[in-house]
């Protein structure tokens, strides 16, 4: 027992010395302390705690500095100072402010800081904590956490009163239990915010270092962005630097400082339902504070001033430049039938910090729509430095002499999607205007639906055969936004006889209403129905005024739809491209030769699933086009329009008269510009990215848009055909042929024989298919001209027969075109009644078919040639992107072909123009008849006579002279 009596001696000794500790404290906080009068127990056991835990600390901080008392002089020497300078610095602090018509929120503070003199203090100039409202004293745990069971017990104190300042809001709008504030019911509760990040360069550095200026700043930004800032805590940083958090009501504001540097980066985050993309001029304005001449060159210290000074780069002093970003952050539901604008193009355009410049122009909300506009610079093509030097005349730089290329891509959102930009204006307007109207040959009227920033308006008034324009605009807000913030859209300024805007132009028609109602009211089946039994009633009255046509019901000759996307998910886009009554109106709006034009937004990928189930509102309007009775249509994309993706656009055309238009080559295409165009006061071309060379690349539609067509159910017949050879096919060059005289007789000339076995479904020479010699309309229509024109053109007439001899017709491009087989192939003649051998593949050749037997055709109920164009569909983009491949063809064998025995083709596939048919079939029955030869045989024997007859002529010159 004597050995354990003194263990348990120590430790009731030292348990009696706590006990007398804590009596001792008790006495002494219950007599002196300030806190302790009129507390009862519970609130007066938590005073005692917290003394406790102070003096606990205070003699644990003792104990440290009287072992290093001697190495800390200089150290409490700093802390005094610090001290000094932080009570004087939060008299200047100004405190946190509630907006005007808030009321005070009820919150618990808790906050745990180093101790005052611990070493986390000496990296600090200052420290200082201020708050909105008397703040509750709860107990802190060494964590920093509250514990607090009974909210009863906490008591304000009075220091956080004192910190509220004179700007504390009066006790009528402090939240409390008894009268709680009204709730907004409107306002959203959801686990989502708005997180803004801004970075400053080129900051004043005093600025950058005062504690004072900035958290000025920070409430500032706070009161201006009407959000409610509870408390902030701010750290002076040695040797420079300030560090700055700002509790929110809705989250949290914070920044730091580098001053030698001139950098300030900004955080700010919250979950209220206002918007924080305005706040950004106002932190710009705040933060951004400039160094003494920010923006202009100064000459280095010493130079002379006398007059000669030449600025150099190295002294220019560059103002404050921000780069900020804006992103949602969170969980929101979804928006059935549409979207948050946040959410669409613009949010990805305010979430990209890495972009050089950003600045919202403006923002405007009409009774349709949200409309903004921002001015954006991206590091890839371009910096801010660049432009800044653009702004500056008076030095001589690149930028400087060519400023309009340094500019700020400006670009509009509607409702948050991107709608057009700057450095895509003229690509993206140029490419959806001007294949459709060089489709048409002589447009005078033309109708824009939407385009309300005028630059489709602007490209269309560039066409000299324009009489009127008209363009009908819902959103005349929109309207007259673009002429504030978008005036380089509709600047006609430029165009001879125009105005200095497109809308004023004396040919422009504006009117501000929905356009399917207009066309509907207009041109639809009732309203042309009533029209043809009000012409039979007015058919019969002779009075004079009846015949007076309403201007507005005049069709059109080219319609241009320049609206929503059809990818856009909202109810009026689905109204705009799944309206069969909308559509027809626009099909009967339309001249004859009438074209419609609209734009289909972002390309496919080759990767995409097919438009039937992928792009439903775009597959339906594009069906409807074809089965409405438009004769031929002409997809197309441009890649340089300003958006993320390559742009579609669809031109269809009433008649098949524009295919020709539509495939003119590059020189006749730059002509009709030339022709075409109104000319410019400044002598410029009025076109800065449409020409001959860029509507080639309109010509043939891309790839995407082919393997997405052959991706429908049921997969279309061409997707088999066309789209190159078919693999495991053997071919037999040109050297297994040869030619000799025909076996059919005399009058058939040459033919061509094989000289080995050749399998059924071989190919027939094929590497020589394509080499043809190609007659273009064009080309055929002026040889016909001058030769009767032209006295003495006896080898244009050659060339003519050369042509029609030995080539053959095809419409896949345009009317009346000849190919003709550049090698020994073009010596393949016709196989009569059924003999033909060889052919391109297709049904026609088929035995059976009616056109596979030339004797057996009865002309009286066959009145039209075999589709020799292929085009069995209005929309067809395998055909049109193989044009040349279906034009020249790739014979192959229909049967099996003995060595030594002679090819023969089916010439009714020769023929394409129903002109021409009848005539065409019936000179080839007189020629498998006998009674007739072929063209070539023809044309030879004629050039045997003509030959005969002129040695015949010399003779007899001969012997005249020798008579003489």
Same mark, same amino acid.
């Given at each position: ?197 801004? +970075? ?289 859209? %509709? ?54 005024? =009846?015949?007076?046509?309403?201007? +507005? ?85 441009? %890649? ?201 593949? %297709? ?36 055909? +049109? ?30 023929? %394409? ?49 020798? =008579?003489?």
């Amino acid at each position: 027992m004597a050995r354990s009596s003194l263990p348990t001696l120590i430790l009731a000794t030292a348990v009696t010395c706590v006990l007398a500790f804590v009596a001792g404290t008790a006495c002494r906080v219950l007599l002196f302390h300030p806190r302790s009068h009129g507390l009862g127990f519970v609130d007066g056991a938590r005073v005692i705690l917290n003394v406790l835990k102070e003096n606990v600390s205070s003699n644990t901080s003792y104990a440290d500095s009287e072992n290093s008392r001697a190495g800390d002089a200089s150290n409490d020497a700093t802390r005094a100072k610090k001290r000094t300078m932080s009570a004087a610095g939060k008299q200047n602090l100004p405190a946190p402010r509630l907006h005007g018509g808030k009321v005070m929120p009820q919150t618990r503070y808790t906050g745990m800081a180093f101790p005052e003199n611990g070493r986390g203090r000496d990296a600090v100039r200052s420290s200082h904590d201020l708050h909105i409202q008397e703040q509750e004293e709860c107990l802190v745990t060494a964590t920093g956490t509250g514990e607090n069971n009974d909210e009863t017990t906490c008591r304000s104190t009075s220091s956080s009163a004192n910190n509220a300042g004179a700007d504390a809001p009066p006790p009528a709008q402090q939240y409390n239990t008894t009268n709680p504030p009204p709730i907004d019911e409107n306002e959203e509760h959801l686990p989502a915010g708005q997180h803004l990040l801004v +970075d400053i360069k080129n900051v004043d550095a005093d600025f950058l270092n005062s504690e004072e200026r900035l958290a000025e700043a920070m409430v500032e930004v706070v009161a201006l962005s009407e959000l409610t800032l509870l408390s902030y805590h701010c750290h002076g940083l040695i040797p420079e630097g300030v560090s700055c958090v700002g509790v929110l009501l809705e989250s949290h504001i914070s920044f730091h400082t580098w001053p030698d540097e001139g950098v300030i980066t900004l955080d700010l985050f919250t979950c209220g339902s206002g918007l924080l993309v305005p706040v950004v001029p106002v932190i710009e304005r705040l933060f951004g504070v400039p160094v003494e001449g920010a923006g202009e060159y100064h000459p280095p210290e010493g130079t002379a001033d006398d007059g000669e000074y030449i600025p150099q780069e190295e002294d220019y002093v560059p103002p404050p430049r921000m780069v900020w970003s804006h992103v949602l952050r969170g969980f929101r539901p979804e928006i059935e039938g549409g979207w948050r604008p946040l959410e669409a193009d613009i949010g990805d355009t305010l979430g990209k910090l890495e972009l050089n410049h950003k600045k919202v122009i403006s923002t405007t909300v009409t009774p349709y729509q949200q409309i903004d506009v921002l001015d954006v610079i991206d590091p890839l093509h371009g910096t801010s430095r660049s432009y800044e030097r653009s702004l500056h005349p008076e030095v001589a730089t690149y930028e400087s002499m060519n400023p309009e290329l340094y500019r700020p891509n400006r670009r509009v959102y509607l409702d948050g999607v991107l709608q057009s930009t700057s450095r895509g204006d003229e690509s993206y307007h140029e490419a959806l205007v001007h294949p459709a109207m060089f489709a048409h040959m002589d447009p005078e009227r033309v109708a824009i639906i939407g385009g309300g920033e005028g630059a489709t308006l602007r490209e269309v008034l560039k066409h000299n055969t324009l009489e009127e324009v008209k363009m009908i605009e819902i959103d005349e807000v929109m309207v007259n936004a673009s002429r504030e913030a978008l005036p380089g859209w %509709s600047d006609c300024s430029d165009l001879e006889g125009s105005a200095s805007s497109c809308f004023d132009d004396p040919r422009t028609d504006l009117r501000c209403e929905d356009a399917l109602a207009w066309f509907i009211d207009r041109f639809s089946d009732e309203v042309a129905d009533s029209s043809d039994d009000e012409e039979e009633v007015d058919s019969s009255d002779d009075d004079e005024g =009846d015949d007076v046509i309403d201007i +507005d019901a005049e069709p059109f000759d080219v319609i241009i739809m320049d609206a929503l996307d059809p990818q856009d998910n909202i109810e009026f886009a689905d109204a705009l491209y799944n309206n069969d009554v909308f559509l027809g109106s626009l099909y009967r709006a339309l001249t004859d030769d009438g074209v419609l034009v609209l734009q289909l937004g972002e390309s496919p990928h080759n990767s995409d699933p097919s438009e039937q189930t992928n792009n439903k509102n775009r597959h339906h309007i594009m069906s409807m086009i074809e089965d409405i009775g438009f004769q031929s249509m002409h997809i197309y994309e441009e %890649s340089h329009c300003g958006f993320n993706y390559p742009w579609s656009f669809l031109v269809a055309c009433k008649s098949d008269k524009c295919r020709f238009n539509w495939y003119r080559n590059e020189a006749e295409i730059d002509l009709q510009i030339h022709y075409r165009m109104m000319r410019t006061k400044s002598g410029s071309s009025p076109l800065r990215y449409f020409d001959g060379a860029t509507m080639k690349s309109y010509q043939d539609p891309p790839k995407a848009w082919e393997t997405l067509y052959c991706r429908r159910e049921p997969v279309p017949e061409h997707c088999n055909e066309y789209r190159g050879y078919h693999k495991g096919i053997e071919n037999y060059s040109i050297d297994n042929f040869e030619v000799r005289m025909s076996s059919i007789g005399d009058g058939a000339g040459r033919g061509v024989f094989a000289k080995v076995d050749i399998p059924q479904g071989s190919f027939i020479a094929a590497e020589e298919s394509y080499k043809k010699v190609h007659f273009t309309y064009t080309t055929t229509y002026l040889m016909e001209v001058v030769k009767g024109k032209v006295q003495g053109a006896d080898d244009l007439r050659d060339l003519i027969q050369y042509a029609y001899g030995y080539g053959f017709q095809e419409k896949v491009v345009a009317d009346y075109e000849y190919f003709v087989d550049s090698g020994i192939l073009t010596f393949v003649n016709h196989g009569c009644n059924g003999t033909n051998n060889i052919g391109d593949g %297709s049904s026609g050749n088929d035995e059976g078919s009616t056109y596979f037997n030339e004797a057996t055709l009865d002309l009286s109920e066959i009145i039209n040639p075999p589709k020799g164009s292929r085009r069995e569909s209005t929309f067809d983009p395998v055909v +049109d992107r193989h044009l040349h491949v279906i034009a020249t063809g790739h014979d192959a064998a229909s049967r099996d072909i003995k060595a030594g025995e002679e090819l023969f083709q089916n010439y009714l596939f020769f023929i %394409s123009w129903a002109e021409d048919w009848k005539d065409e079939v019936m000179h080839l029955q007189a020629q498998c008849r006998g009674e007739t030869f072929g063209q070539i045989k023809a044309d030879e024997n004629e050039a045997l006579e003509e030959e005969e007859d002129s040695s015949d002529d010399e003779e007899d010159d001969e012997d005249s002279s020798d =008579d003489e």
